[in-house]
Structures are given as C-alpha cells and as structure tokens.
C-alpha cells in the first residue's frame, strides 16, 4: 500500500491535475490583484462621497452651472456677444456639452438666483424656492457659493470663486438623497456597494489560491522529471531546448502578447478584457513550462551546458586548445611557419597565373600535398598537448608519483614536457622535506620532553627530601627555596610543552559535552582567588543570559580557561579591572577577557600565539609563552576560534565555541 502511494505522487495525472491547479490559481490571484487595483478607490473610500470619482464628476457639475449661469448664459447672449467667430464657435460647442451633461444626470440638483434682479435657474420642480434652498442645504453632499464665501477644499472650487467674483450671484447644489436611477452616480453608488459586498470573498479567493499555487508549485518542483522516488531523472522534448534559445522564445512569446493586447486595445473594453485575460493565460502556461524545464535540467546538472552559449564557447575552447594551447617553444617553429606561408602563397600563385594545364595540375598536387602534410603533422603535435594536459592535471590533484611518456610527446613541446616533470620532481622534494621537517620537530619535542623528565622527576625528588631536612643554615635553605621553584618551573614548562606538541599535532582525544560557560567562569574565579587578592584584580562577569551552554570538552576547556586566566594573573596591571563578558550568537557561545596590560604591548596579535613568546619582552615574569599557543590549539581542536586584540594597553582575548543544542 505505501508503494502504491509512493508512485501515485509520482504519476503523471497528479502532476497534471497539480499543473492545472497551479496555472488555475496563478490566474486567480492575479485577477483578484487586478480586481483591487482597478476599484482601490472604491476599497479605500469610509462612503461612495469620498471617492475621488464622486467628488470631481460632482465638482464638475457644479463648475457647469456656475459657468453656464456667469459665463455663456444663452445661445443668444453669445451670438451676440461680438466676439471673433472662432470664439463665439467654442463657445457655443461648450454651451452644448455643458447641456448634455446636466441632462444626463438625475441626482444632481441646483438652485441659482441673482440676489439683485432676482432672478433664479433650477432643475428642481414643484418647489417653493426657500424650499428648493432648504432641500438642498439638507443633503448631505450639499455645497453653496456666493461672491465673497466659497469652499476652498471643494475640487475646482478656486476657479468657482473666481467666476462669481463681481456678481450677485448665489449658487447652491447638492446630491438628493436617496439616489435615483439613471445617471452615472446612481450606478457609481451601486458598484461601491456591490465591490464592497464582494471584496471578502475576494480576499478569500486570493488567500486560497495563493495557498494552493505554493503547494502545488512546490509540489512540482519536488517530483519535476521523476516518475518514482529517488528515480532517475526523466526529461522530455522541451528540455532538450538550449536552454538560452528557450528563455528567447518565452521573451519573444511574452513581446508577441504585449504587442497582441495592444492591438486589441483599439477595440471595446469587454474584447480587451477577454483578449487579455486569453493571452495572459497562454503565457502562463509558457512561463510554467519554461521553469519546470530549468528544474527538471538543474536536477539532471546539465543547465549550463544545455545551452547554446556553453557549447559555442567549448567549441571554440577547443579549437584554441588545439591552435594555441601548444605555444611555438622553438625558433624553428616559427620558421616553419614562415616558410609554410611563402611556400602556399607561391604555389597558389602559381596556380593562378599559370597558362599551361600541366603547370596548374603540378601546383595543384604540390599545394594539396603540402596542406595535407600540415594538417597532420599539426594535428599529431596538438595531440601530444592532451597528454601533456592529462599529466598537469594529476600532478595538480597531488598525484606527484605520475608517469607521463616522452613518446607521445612531439619535438615541438617536449621541453614543456621536461618544465613539467622538473616541477613535478621539486614539488615532489619539497613535500618530502616538509613532512620530515614536520616529524623531526614533533619528535624532537616529544623525546627532548621525555628525556628531560626522569632527571627532572629525580631533581624535585631530591629538593623535597632537602626540604625536610634540618640544614640549619639559611643560605642553604634559601637555595633549596630557589631549586624547588626552579625545578617545579621547569617541571611546568616540560608539561606545556609536551602539551603544546600534542594539541598543534591534534593528537588529543576530544569527549564533547554539554558545558555552562558561566558556571566554568565562577569556579575558575573560586580557584584563582587568592591569587587575585593578590593582584588587587578587580574581576567582573558580563552575560546576556543566566546560562550559556557549549559543546566542547570540559577538561581542554579547563585547560584553557587556566592558561587565561594565568595570562591575565601575570601580565595584568595591579588593581585594575578585568572584565569577562559571556555572549552567544545563533551558534556560537562566545566568551571575551579584557584586561590592562602592565607593560607596554609593542608585539603583534599573530606573534602572541607563537610558541614561547611571551608579552614581557624582559621575561621577567613566570610564564613559558607556551599559554596562549596551547589555548588556541586546544580552541581549534574543539571546533572554536581564537582571537587576540590589543588597543593600546588593552589585550582582549576572544573565544567561539559551538553552542549546544538538544538533539
């Protein structure tokens, strides 16, 4: 049953039913992007008033009546006006629409009067004229203008105020409510509420089908080119395409739609919007095919080379391979060259101008014959290129043991041939000299270490039996003071330097463990407390968290943390603070010690980490300069990074360590 439905994923009609779904749903959210950018006013909007259509189609209105009762007045008026007939033509034109425009329109009402003659225009019938005000200024889109107040924010309301400027004119309109069919706010009023109606489902739509467009696109993605699980990958006759010829197709696909829709803009808006929507989904499908086709194509790891481009470069790669990869070592090369140009260029010339047959027919051969013996000779020598080619390959890869045979070499390359083997022998040499260096040193260190600890073991022996010795004799036992410090130094130094020896050699064992950083710190302080009374060290730790854990070994970073704080013991300025900051990043545990350097710091970072070299450069103090070297490498075999910074007299030592995750 599980490998039934393993190869149901995989069949070729859920793939198909995915696809139509994925190109179903790509339409969806683009036609429901659409739907909200063309009636985004309408969206946007508390009320059908507040719409920007509303206002200016209102406004416009409104400038209408003003200018047809201020401006033009009559058909007559005009004629008569005495202007020149170009004037009086436009005029009357504007009249006209002016006209039309308050005649197609049923909601909008408007009461003008001369307050000096008294008289008055309206489209309101049956009423009173101190009624048809109050009705008017009862709306509630109402608006009135006289010469001296206007509305200031009412769209075109400047150039309204402009007009009644001079006159004794009052003018008021309004919107009656409630609408009546029959004129463009009637139906603006019922698309506002229609697409506020559907906006909800609209949403709902895009929601879904974007859902439904990434589970399917991934889905696609997922089982592209496979007809089972970790099967081979199947490509079809698409993807056999150079994969550039097939992006200018799907460009020049996309170019023929923009230039189809534009044509089909000269028509009605339905024939647009069908057309559109008609060739945006062919392009879709164009546009799916195409990425599924660069899936199927990355899976099978054959993109790039799938491409037109890929295959003109290596054909021509190959050809200068073959012309120029096999640079003319020889003088004589050249001379060959030389001569093999004149020679062509004589015979040819003979062919030509040559007036008997024999003459041309012995040119000819000569000529063919010479070709044919440069064709081969040169394709013999590039030949010879490849092997040269193959043994730089090997000994590049570490392969310095590589026979290469002088015998399928020609004469024109075999001193490359030689330069190579020469490289090959010293690189051979130095690898062998570096590893013997290597080993050398290790072992030097680890037997000088061994050989030094039985004398030194008998030495701290023999100090401590001196020790429990009644000397009775001061400056002896000052001196027996001094051996026991000297051998235990020394004792030390041995230790960190075995110690250095094994962690730069890795040849520690490392048991990573679940580790708290701030609890490692408070017991390192516990045990280096006296010793910081002693410095007058003012110690202080800085975290983020209450716990910070890491995944490392607890005894290295013991280790390590000793070595720091013995450094910051040492080379720290008496009573001045040291501050020990614990962070953690996504995947690191980070912990930073900043302390004051009592001696000038005139030494780089990189040469602090170096064995045996110490910040007191007057070596004044305890120390074997081995601490900070053996910290990083014991960092570094953990997984972690060290790093030092100085500012001045402020030494900063940093440690990364993985952080520890629940598994």
Known sequence: MDTKLKNFKYSIGVKFLAFII?????????????????????????????????KWSYANLVHNVVELSTQLKSEEAIIASGEDEVVISNQLNRWDRIHDNLSNTRNFKYYIINTETGEFQTNIKDVEDNEAIELLKSQPESVSFDSLHSDDYFPMGQDIKKMLSGTSFEVHAAIVEPLQPGDHFFEGSTTYYKVNDLIEWVLILFVASLILMMITFFYLIWVAGRKEKDGAIQLTFVDKIFTDIHFLLVLFAALCSIYAIREFSYF?????????????????????????????????????????????????GNILKMVFNGKLFRPIIIILLLAYGLLNGILLGVLISAFDDGTQIIAFILLLALNIFAVYYTAKSLKSLTHIMDTAKEIAAGNLNYAS??????????????????????????????????????DLITNVSHDLKTPLTSIITYVDLLKNEDLKNEKADEF?????????????????????SKASSGSLTVRPEKIDLHQL???????YEEKIEKTQLDMRIQGDDAQTFIYA???????????????????????????????????????I?????????????????????????????????????????LTKLQGGNFYIQIDGDLFKTIIDMPLWTDQ
């Not at 030689?418 to 022998?425: L, M, S």
């Not at 003071?481 to 960190?496: A, H, Q, T």
């Not at 710190?521 to 045990?527: I, R, V």
């Not at 110490?614 to 070297?629: F, H, K, N, P, V």
């Open 521 to 527: 710190m408070l017991q390192a302080l516990g045990e």
């Open 268 to 316: 009605d808006m339905q024939l647009l919007i069908i057309s559109a929507l008609m060739v945006f989904g062919i392009d879709v499908l164009i546009g799916l095919s195409f990425i599924f086709s660069m899936v199927r194509q990355i899976k099978n790891k054959q993109l790039f080379k799938n491409s037109l481009i890929y295959h003109f470069f290596m054909t021509l």
């Open 593 to 633: 010690i900043k302390n004051i350097s009592a001696s000038p710091l005139d030494i780089s970072p990189e040469q602090l980490t170096e064995r045996f070299v110490r910040g007191d450069a007057s070596r004044t103090t305890e120390g074997s300069g081995l601490g900070l070297s053996i910290a990083e490498s």
């Open 405 to 442: 045979d002088a015998s399928q070499v020609s004469m024109a390359f075999t001193g490359l041939l030689e330069d190579i083997k020469n490289i090959q022998t010293g690189l051979k040499k130095a690898v062998v000299e570096a590893v013997k260096g290597e080993r050398m040193k290790t």
């Open 480 to 500: 027996v003071c001094i051996l026991d410090e000297k051998s235990l130094r020394l004792k030390y130094l041995v230790e960190d330097l075995v110690e250095a």
């Open 22 to 54: 994925l190109w179903l749903s790509i339409l969806s959210i683009v036609g429901s992007s659409l739907f909200y950018a063309y009636y985004y006013e309408e969206l946007t909007s508390k009320t059908y008033y507040d719409t920007n259509k509303f």
């Open 553 to 591: 070994d607890g005894k290295h970073m013991w280790r390590i943390v000793e070595n720091l704080f013995s450094n910051v013991i040492k080379y720290s300025l008496n009573g001045s603070r040291v501050y020990i900051e614990i962070t953690k990043t996504d995947t690191k545990g980070q912990l």
